[in-house]
Every structure is written in C-alpha cells, then in structure tokens.
C-alpha cells in the first residue's frame, strides 16, 4: 500500500501578521525552522521513497529539513488569493457589510480578484493527490505543500464540498498520512 505524507511548511512572518500569502514567497522564521526540524524528527521513521514540494520558499526550506531529495511541483501551490495577497484575513473575513459580501453569498463559486477560482483550485488540489496516489501506489512519497492546498485535496478526496475548504485546521508543519481503501481515500494526522 502506497502513503502520502503531507506536511505543510513551517512558521513565517507573515503567518504570524494573519495576512493571506498563498502566492507571496516569504521565507520561514526562526520558529518555522525550528518547526520544520522538528516535523522531520516526527517523520524520521518514515523512509520516503520519493519527495515533491511547492516551488514556494517556505516549502522548500521545510522539506529541506528532511534530508531528502526532492522535487519541485508546481500543482502543490498555494491558492492564489490575488488582490487579497498580502492583506489582513480580518478584511476578507468582516461580518460588516461591504466589499466581501460576494465572497461571504457566493464563497463556494468564489473567485478572488486578480487569482484563483475557489472551486477549480479545490478541484485541482483533489485531483493532485489522487495522481499521487495513483502513480504511487507502493512506498511513501512526501509532500510539502501550504494549509490551502492540503485542505482542498483532503475535502476535494473526501467530501468534495468547495464550502468546507478551510474546515480542516492545519497548523504550520502539521502532518497528514493519506492512502487509498480501494477508492477511498483515508487520512490520518500524524
């Protein structure tokens, strides 16, 4: 049997600022490296047989941590958040009236000015892993991706409802083991 682990990267500063930064590239903190260090003494017992990561900075720092060789994937992006990037959550988030009403009434149809389709994106990330899981159905194979992506592959293999995109909470370096029961996908934390 096949495992995808996912782990998302570590601490950043702007994590920190609670700003969107799905395709602003700004590198781990001190806590993020140290995170990082520490999700990979987590995994240790885990022999990776191949490794992916987002082409983004705070991806790459982490899996760095690994130890391992690894590959650039660009499907493992963030969502793109567009003109949002580099803005308060708070803004978009606001139960005031105003601009974000379309994104609060149409949220699972939603695209953000300037970047991604919510739904596609959602689709996307789900098919990503289920070609991972496809293609790799023997060994384990490790990705480091970001909160958004992670989310979106697990609901769009799960329960395939856009809405729920961010319902699972992923904090940074968080880990998931994925795999397959027949065409289900399964997921644990690890």
Known sequence: MGNVYMVRHGQTDLTLQHVFCGSLNPPLNELGMDTAKKAAVRLAGVVFDRAFCSPLLRCQMTIQQFGVEYEIDEALRELNFGTYEGKPYAGLYAKTPGENDEYRKYWPN??????????????????????????????????????????????????????????????????????????TVRFERV
């Open 110 to 183: 939603y695209t953000f000015p300037g970047g991604d389709n919510v739904p596609a994106y959602f689709r996307a990330a789900g098919e990503t892993l289920r070609r991972y899981l496809r293609d790799y159905p023997q060994g384990n194979t490790l990705l480091v991706a970001h909160a958004g992506f992670m989310g979106a592959a697990l609901g769009a293999a799960t329960h395939g409802d856009p809405a729920r995109l961010f319902e699972l909470r992923i904090s940074p370096c968080d880990g998931m083991r994925v795999w397959l029961e027949g065409e």
